[in-house]
């Protein structure tokens, strides 16, 4: 049959990077731990300031507490304007019990403007010890962004807080497909992504049907399809899952 002849259609045209983080793991520097406070160059593509420290350790950057002073940890990224990002971190608690955490998330354009500011407190659930993901979208109105993680003490936090694993991804690219010789689709875009898989048939070529969702581990990434389809030809196209 002549499966997939007239496939290389795509949702979006070009696949656009998504802007990168500098050292959003903290691995790259020092022998650990180290003390920082404000204004310390010392964690490569990061800047820090408050009126406290901020203790590098474990591959992590910990906020100690408790105090009331509120350190923060920012770092200035490009991006496209118009496009809509997300920023993923971790998010730690201690499991003992002893009280929440809390960081604040604020983001601003190169002119000074708020693009969002956000509170999440990690309660601490006995028992239950490490990162939990933290999921942030804003839409960038400047070539450069700054994202800033303050230590929030006056959102009600008792404990220290430690954040790590800081991942930014462009949600306006898309992905691209491209067809491999035999039945199947190799698809290229932002890896850690979801995308759902969609196709129409010339009969009814603006009713899109799913053949499944993914989340991108590699790319370009080989996925098989249906060599059973009744239809000689089909015409495929990716949408990001949220």
């Known amino acids: 049959m002549k499966f997939l002849a007239a ?4 949702l979006f045209a070009s696949t656009v990077p998504a802007a990168q983080f500098q050292n959003g793991s903290f691995e790259i520097g020092y022998t650990l731990p180290i003390t920082l406070s404000s204004g310390d160059p010392r964690i490569s593509g990061w800047e820090i300031g408050g009126n406290g420290s901020v203790i590098w350790d474990e591959d992590s950057i910990r906020f100690p507490g408790p105090s009331p002073k509120e350190e923060w940890i920012q770092q200035t990224f ?4 118009g496009h809509t990002y997300r920023i993923i971190y971790g998010l730690f608690h201690q499991g003992d019990g002893g009280g929440p955490s809390a960081i604040k998330t604020d983001i601003t354009s190169a002119t000074g403007e ?3 500011s956000r ?6 659930i ?3 010890i490490g990162f939990s993901p933290v999921k942030i979208d804003f839409t960038a109105t400047t070539a450069t962004t700054t994202v800033r993680f303050t230590h929030n003490y006056s959102s009600g936090a008792t404990r220290e807080a430690r954040i790590d694993n800081v991942q930014l991804f462009d949600l306006s690219a898309g992905a691209t497909l491209a067809t491999a010789l035999f039945p199947g689709i190799y698809i290229e875009g932002q890896i850690g992504l979801t995308y759902e898989l969609q196709y129409s048939t010339p009969d009814q070529p603006s009713l899109w049907h799913s053949a ?3 989340q991108l581990d590699q790319s370009p990434k080989l996925l098989l399809v249906d060599t059973n389809s009744v239809t000689s030809q089909r015409t495929y196209r990716t949408v990001l899952i949220p």
């Open 7 to 10: 496939l290389v259609i795509a």
């Open 78 to 81: 490009d991006t496209l304007p």
């Open 114 to 116: 708020s693009l969002l």
């Open 119 to 124: 509170t999440n407190l990690m309660g601490n």
């Open 126 to 128: 006995t028992g239950t």
């Open 212 to 214: 499944g969702t993914f």
